[in-house]
């Protein structure tokens, strides 16, 4: 069955900092894909990136970064010189292939000026 | 493009009574996914369409129910309302390729919500 685990229910930092977002998953598929969306509080989901299980190679895009790892089941999510537009709950999801989304509990992140 | 609509946007019910909610997809995608979010129970995927055909459904009673048009367009319909049923209902649609081949999933692209309240 497929699960993800956000461990951290909050995080609070300061603006500049850099914040690392974790996420493990369980799966027994060898094809699945994994996503993180924002939820800002107009209550919106943003797409924000989707990793296929082939491929490990970490992305950034400006200041945001993942990083993919198979062999502790983690996708994790940097924010880098966080800003205030930042602040939103952050939610990781799996989907094995013809299955739907399954999403985490979700990070509140809140970035204080 | 104009992204996913959902309508209305906010919603004050009884419990006994039921309730239709709305989704229009982006132009082109023809995959539609429902989910409800709840404070407690956080996302919970209830049902998804593709081509007026429910392909997936989730762990919920028989009260809730969808369907699909053959524009795409969507609505779900929640029977005999009860005070758990209070939650944002979310609206997502994402492109067909990925559903063809049956081995992709494509990205999904999610509507602002229904709030539903049940007083």
């Known amino acids: 069955a497929q699960k993800v685990t956000q461990a951290q229910t909050e995080i609070s930092v300061v603006e500049k900092e850099d914040v690392t977002l974790d996420c493990v998953y369980e799966?027994?598929?060898?094809?699945?894909?994994l996503f993180w969306y924002k939820q800002p509080p107009s209550g919106e989901l943003v797409f924000l990136i989707r990793?296929?299980?082939?491929?490990?190679q970490n992305e950034i895009s400006g200041r945001y970064s993942w990083n993919f790892q198979k062999s502790t089941s983690s996708f994790n999510f940097t924010i880098t010189a966080s800003q205030v537009v930042d602040s939103a709950v952050y939610f990781c999801?799996?989907?094995?292939?013809?299955?739907?989304?399954?999403f985490g509990k979700g990070t509140r992140l809140s970035v204080i000026a | 493009k104009a992204g996913v609509t959902q309508t209305p946007r906010y919603l004050i019910k009884t419990r006994g009574q039921q309730v239709t909610l709305s989704c229009s997809p982006i132009?082109?995608?023809?995959?539609v996914s429902w989910y409800q979010q709840t404070p407690g129970q956080g996302l919970q995927f209830l049902f998804e369409?593709?081509?007026?055909?429910?392909?997936n459904k989730g762990n919920f009673p028989g009260r809730f129910s969808g369907r699909q048009f053959s524009n795409s367009r969507s609505e779900m319909n929640v029977s005999t309302l009860e005070l758990g049923d209070s939650a944002l209902y979310l609206c997502?649609?994402?492109?067909?390729?990925?559903?063809?081949?049956?081995?992709?999933?494509?990205?999904?692209?999610f509507g602002p919500g229904t709030r539903l309240t049940v007083l």
């Open positions: 369409y593709f081509s007026e055909t429910q392909r």
């Open positions: 999801a799996l989907s094995e292939a013809r299955a739907p989304l399954v």
């Open positions: 132009s082109g995608h023809r995959s």
């Open positions: 997502a649609s994402s492109s067909t390729a990925g559903l063809r081949t049956g081995i992709i999933r494509d990205e999904q692209f």
């Open positions: 799966t027994r598929d060898t094809t699945y894909y």
């Open positions: 990793r296929n299980s082939f491929d490990e």
